[in-house]
Nanobody, 119 residues
């Protein structure tokens, strides 16, 4: 069992940056693939980034978002730069056995953190 807690969301102006954190307890994250997803009101959950043996990013965030792991803190991060208003959503981290774009392939989820990008 893995418990995930996201933090770092908030309100930012367009073009600004935020760093989201996902802290795990119960198991070490080194043994899991991790993913970040987001969900805007009325929309389906959307893949943002994943970290397994390598990094994977949605085309829409490549070059602006960076996902990385701090094994010593059992935490993964999502550094988000040049944020856009359309990226306003609840951001979720997830843990699973493979790094995947499909949220159904992840076993554990955090509660989410709200990111609001103002224009």
């Amino acid at each position: 069992q893995v418990q995930l807690v996201e933090s770092g969301g908030g309100l930012v102006q367009a073009g600004g940056s935020l760093r989201l954190s996902c802290e795990a307890s119960g198991r070490t994250l080194r043994t899991y693939a991790m993913g970040w997803f987001r969900q805007a009101p009325g929309k389906e959950r959307e893949f943002v980034a994943a970290l397994g043996r390598t990094n994977y990013y949605a085309d829409s965030v490549k070059g602006r978002f960076t996902m990385y792991r701090d094994s010593g803190k059992n935490t993964v991060y999502l550094q988000m730069n040049s944020l856009k208003p359309e990226e306003t959503a609840v951001y979720y981290c997830a843990a699973g056995r493979v790094a995947a774009l499909d949220p159904a392939l992840y076993d554990w989820w955090g509660q989410g953190t709200q990111v609001t990008v103002s224009s």
